[in-house]
């Protein structure tokens, strides 16, 4: 029992949060050696974890990953893939999926054998596995500032549509300067900032450019 408490205030202490740093760490990947802080300069990062190789729901995901790779580019976004497998299971999983789909994984997949990365990112969940990562989603952006994290278990696959509306959100919100609400994709209007003081809340009551629900909450089309 005292283990147990023990694996899990680990686990709370090591897991990043919104709005820190992503930790750097140095990784082999089925694309070779990379260190995150020197990885997909000037982009986007969307890393996710995977329980392990050779598994009905993760190769489902992870060909879902693959078969919308483009999107995730177009959005000046890196794919990168992890699990608590070798590098050699990797390379044979990838082949394994690639001559029984025709879809081929070649976005760099982590081989974290020795679960540094896992347990670093807070992807090992002692009630859920001590030995599988569960299906972690961290957005990182350009500066490497993690922007949001997703948590699924190990029985339940992620929602692709989900994992690019959110990334294409955070972009645009960047971008913008503009919050966006519930289920908002783009072409939808977007929330303006609220008035800060009484003369922006004058100003916001004359103002026929936004469409106001009330005062605090307005919304803009921003193309």
């Not at 000046?76 to 497998?85: M, Q, Y």
Request: negative net charge.
């Amino acid at each position: 029992m005292e283990n147990n408490v023990n694996l899990q205030e680990q686990a709370m202490i090591t897991m990043p949060r919104i709005g820190d740093q992503a930790p750097d760490f140095n990784a082999v990947t089925t694309q070779g050696n990379i260190k995150l802080s020197d990885f997909a300069k000037d982009k986007w990062i969307v890393m996710f974890s995977h329980p392990a190789d050779f598994t009905p729901v993760c190769t489902t995901e992870m060909s879902g990953f693959a078969e919308r790779k483009a999107e995730f580019e177009a959005l000046n976004t890196e794919l990168l893939g992890l699990s608590i497998d070798s590098i050699h299971s990797h390379i044979g999983w990838v082949d394994s999926v690639k001559q029984n789909t025709g879809v081929y994984m070649d976005f760099p997949i982590i081989a974290d054998i020795d679960m540094k990365v896992s347990k670093l990112y807070g992807m090992l969940q002692p009630n859920e596995s001590e030995t599988a990562a569960v299906r972690a989603v961290f957005f990182i952006d350009p500066k490497k500032k993690i922007r949001l994290i997703m948590y699924y278990p190990l029985n339940i696959g992620r929602n692709m549509d989900e994992i690019l509306r959110a990334l294409e959100a955070l972009q645009f919100s960047d971008k913008n300067g503009v919050a966006c609400p519930l289920d908002w994709k783009k072409g939808d209007k977007a929330i303006v900032p609220p008035p800060k003081n009484l003369t922006d809340y004058e100003a916001r009551l004359k103002d026929d450019s936004v469409e106001k629900t009330t005062w605090y909450l307005a919304k803009k089309q921003i193309d």
